[in-house]
């Protein structure tokens, strides 16, 4: 009998942070980073310098408020260990640092990522029991577009608090009369919010 995989041929799903030669791209080295994760990598070759696509700086500078790993400054990120490691590829959980210049530490070029160039990424972000095709294909991104909009999975800062009363308004009775509040927790993850400046 055949194996499932020859039955259902499937890309396989970025896990343990790959990094995979891609056609297409600008910078064909692709670096993921951890299961579940954000933000992409691109280089020339495996071992060069890493550069995120420009338009994953907003969400990358978003997902390091919300951990609480970003100065007020929006210049400086300030940590001594990377806890968020997995949301970035293997190569920043490798390294440590002290508060550091987000600049020196996340490089950016316009036009190297696949929601801007157009192939989509040859791993998958997820199993295929766990979300949609389009999840599983574009799972980065729906991250990234999280973050930009200021959320995480149990919180948001605080402006995107006003953001989303407005866009609740019509659905929910009430929603544009609550004050905007700077956190929103779970009894899961208490102090993940609370760490944002």
């Known amino acids: 009998m055949p194996h499932l995989h020859a039955l259902h041929p499937h890309p396989d799903v970025a896990i343990h942070a790959p990094v995979r030669r891609e056609k297409g791209l600008p910078l064909p080295y692709v670096h993921y980073p951890g ?5 992409m990598a691109f280089s020339a070759q495996p071992d060069d310098d890493l550069f995120f696509c420009a338009c994953a700086e907003a969400p990358l500078r978003q ?4 951990g609480g790993y970003l100065a007020p400054d929006g210049a400086t990120v300030l940590t001594s260990r990377w806890n968020w490691h997995f949301h970035l590829p293997g190569r920043y959980s490798r390294r440590g640092t002290r508060a550091t210049a987000f600049g020196e530490l996340f490089r950016f070029r316009p036009g190297l990522c696949h929601a801007c160039v157009g192939p989509p990424p040859a791993l998958w972000w997820s199993i295929q029991m766990y979300h949609n095709a389009f999840r ?11 973050y930009r909009l200021g959320f995480e999975r149990n919180c948001f800062v605080p402006e995107a608090s006003a953001f989303v009363q ?17 956190t929103m927790t779970t009894t899961r993850r208490p102090t993940t919010c609370s760490k944002a400046p």
């Open 35 to 39: 299961h579940y994760g954000a933000f």
């Open 63 to 66: 997902y390091l408020r919300l």
């Open 136 to 146: 599983r294909q574009w799972g980065w991104y729906v991250e990234q577009m999280r």
């Open 166 to 182: 407005q866009a609740l308004a019509p659905f929910v009775p009430g929603a544009e009369a609550a004050p905007p509040t700077a």
